[in-house]
């Protein structure tokens, strides 16, 4: 069944060892967050790493694991996004993170890259690097101090230096208070971004709520009570640094309230298709089809939330009961 949210759902997405797993994939998976490296150089306080240090961190995904991760996307063409980026800061090791956007561009020419920073330890000779191993899009957030308190002043103080210090022109998009985004010219191909988000504010642009407490992980910002779907789950894959797969962006296996979410581990539990298609995920898919209250740790999350109208919980409820979920609990 098409819905108006670009994902098309089947009954597939709510089984397990169907046969079709690749297929399913391929049609429903256009966002691939992979964590390659795990050291991040800030603890901000909105952030789980002011909590789960990383810091002190080095690691780096394997030489083995990374390859058949290409090798599973390249036997379907994958061109959709690719980001490598989730609690890390990829940039922190440029040798490492060119060669990895090198490979993925070679093997993948059709996928889109895209790398989320600090823009810490980016330059402008970096960004030609960047450019030169095949990455397509770079959005670097501007932050204040790790225990800062957001400042409008300051942050457009700071956001104006970030890009001052880059040396090359560039275009302001948005200038507000709690957000501010601008637009790199850069070399042909490689889009590059500046931001600066108030995180601390629990409402953003057009009154869409936009603070997120990571699975529960920062309880300060806590405070929303969830009704609607998650159509992450449907069309989106998440990727630790050793291959465990997690439902979310949110979730992370190093905070141990989070541990018994994991979906499962490319290698242990087979290709990146039979993870994304195993009977966990296809478990949180039913959980999150349809509005209504939601647990733990969804429970409080307010990432990509869909407006709830009668016209919209019709359309769910009726998607539900065509694929014969009726009677799940929600």
């Known amino acids: 069944m098409k819905t108006r949210f670009d994902i098309t759902l089947n009954s597939l997405h709510f089984a397990a060892a169907h046969g079709h797993e690749r297929d399913l994939f391929k049609m429903s998976v256009a966002n691939i967050e992979m964590e390659v490296s795990e050291f991040c150089n800030r603890a901000c306080s909105f952030c789980p790493n002011a909590l789960f240090d990383r810091r002190g961190l080095k690691?780096?995904?394997?030489?083995?694991?990374?390859?058949?991760?290409?090798?599973?996307?390249?036997?379907i063409d994958y061109a959709g996004r690719i980001c490598f980026h989730r609690y890390n800061e990829p940039l922190a090791d440029r040798e490492y993170i060119l060669g990895r956007i090198k490979e993925c561009a070679q093997r993948l020419p059709r996928a889109h890259t895209k790398i989320y920073t600090n823009g810490d330890y980016l330059t402008a000779d970096y960004l030609d690097d960047?450019?030169?191993?095949?990455?397509?899009?770079?959005?670097?957030?501007?932050?204040?101090?790790?225990?800062?308190?957001?400042?409008?002043?300051?942050?457009?103080?700071?956001?104006?230096?970030?890009?001052?210090?880059?040396?090359?022109p560039y275009e302001m998009m948005v200038e507000e208070p709690d957000y501010r985004l601008?637009?790199?010219?850069?070399?042909?191909?490689?889009?590059?971004y500046y931001r600066g988000k108030n995180f601390e504010n629990p409402i953003g642009e057009a009154g869409q709520i936009q603070s997120w407490d990571r699975g529960g992980s920062v309880e300060s910002l806590?405070?929303?009570?969830?009704?609607?779907?998650?159509?992450?789950?449907?069309?989106?894959?998440?990727i630790e640094m050793d291959g465990t797969v997690v439902p979310c962006c949110n979730i992370r296996t190093d905070n141990p309230e989070h541990r018994a979410y994991k979906v499962g581990q490319i290698g242990p539990d087979g290709s990146i298709f039979d993870v994304w298609c195993g009977a966990a995920m296809a478990a949180w898919r039913r959980r999150l089809l349809r509005?209504?209250?939601?647990?733990?740790?969804?429970?409080?999350?307010?990432?990509?939330?869909?407006k709830e109208t009668p016209a919209l919980v019709a359309q769910f409820e009726d998607a539900a009961r065509q694929l014969g979920l009726f009677d799940q609990a929600i």
Do not use: W
Not at 59 to 75: E, F, K, N, P, V
Not at 138 to 165: H, S
Not at 222 to 238: A, I
């Open 59 to 75: 690691g780096t995904m394997s030489d083995a694991l990374y390859g058949r991760i290409m090798a599973d996307l390249a036997s």
């Open 130 to 168: 960047l450019h030169a191993a095949g990455l397509r899009e770079l959005l670097a957030t501007v932050y204040l101090g790790d225990t800062q308190k957001y400042d409008p002043a300051l942050m457009a103080q700071r956001f104006r230096a970030r890009l001052e210090a880059l040396g090359l």
């Open 182 to 192: 601008a637009r790199v010219t850069h070399k042909g191909g490689l889009h590059v």
């Open 222 to 238: 806590s405070t929303y009570q969830r009704r609607s779907p998650c159509l992450v789950v449907f069309n989106e894959m998440h």
């Open 291 to 306: 509005f209504g209250p939601k647990d733990a740790p969804c429970r409080s999350c307010s990432f990509a939330v869909v």
